[in-house]
């Protein structure tokens, strides 16, 4: 969908592990939390949909996982 994504692993980072209290953060640019969850999604282009503004959380066609 051409949005830019950069993956950081937090892993071994402790203070953000805390703070973040899910294994799975999608931080926007603004440093906002877009959606976070402890397991993958089965349906990650519908996270990236509601994250961009194009879709609802809580269409029932979707595993969003917990959507902040």
Known sequence: CGLP???????????????YDHMLVLVR??????????????D???ILAIVRGAAIAGEPSSNFGSVQ
């Open 5 to 19: 994504l950069q993956i950081i692993d937090i892993a071994h980072e402790p203070k953000a592990k805390r703070f």
């Open 29 to 42: 640019p603004d440093d906002r939390i877009a959606w976070r969850s402890q397991t993958v999604p089965t």
């Open 44 to 46: 990650i282009a519908a």
